[in-house]
């Protein structure tokens, strides 16, 4: 039986089952959004080295055809050489590898100017943590009463005490403590 798509039932039955369909998959999507996030999740992280591959192809494919038409070919055909099938793949594959490494000497040099700077505000944070932990606590006791809150403040101290220890250790050993787990360092 051939269906006529200019059939006026047909396009009434194609758009209510559409409705419907649509209509469950919103109830699904609603009702049970942690599973639904979760697939989601699963899928993203079976295809991210596929979605980062066509990533890195797209950004170097331009660096490779400049290379093989710009520099190579040019050069082959001033010396009169001709290629076949296996030279030009052997060309294509030199510059994918040229340009590969290229790649990681930039992305390389770029955390080298970025890294020492990052540390450096790091470390600069964690130094000035009693200074701002002596503000915190000074507002406080300006802002509160000292009779009424004797004790909260200090649950303020050992709670700021507790983060710049955190934080000196962390940054030291890299490393995360909690203290409600425990730590097992590999």
């Not at 006026?8 to 109830?27: E, P």
């Not at 660096?63 to 093989?68: G, Q």
């Not at 020492?116 to 606590?137: G, T």
């Not at 004790?151 to 710049?164: K, M, P, Q």
Request: proline content about 3%; glycine content about 4%.
């Amino acid at each position: 039986m051939k269906f006529r798509w200019d059939n006026r039932y047909l396009h009434w039955g194609v758009t209510a089952f559409l409705v419907i369909a649509a209509s469950m998959l919103f109830y699904y999507g609603i009702f049970h959004m942690k599973t639904l996030i979760v697939g989601i999740k699963t899928f993203l992280g079976i295809m991210a080295p596929i979605i980062y591959g066509v990533i890195l192809a797209y950004i170097l494919s331009p660096l490779i055809n400049l290379f093989e038409q710009k520099l190579i070919y040019p050069q082959l055909e001033k010396h009169n050489i001709k290629l076949q099938k296996k030279g030009k793949r052997a060309i294509r594959w030199g510059c994918v590898l040229f340009s590969m490494f290229l790649f990681w000497i930039i992305i390389y040099a770029l955390l080298m100017m970025v890294l020492p700077q990052l540390i450096r505000s790091i470390m600069s944070i964690i130094y000035s943590f009693p200074y701002y932990v002596k503000v915190i606590e000074k507002w406080l006791n300006s802002f509160l009463s000292i009779s009424c809150i004797c004790g909260r403040i200090s649950v303020v101290r050992y709670s700021c005490a507790f983060t710049e220890y955190w934080l000196i250790i962390s940054s030291i050993s890299g490393f995360s403590f909690h203290p409600c787990s425990t730590n097992v360092s590999a």
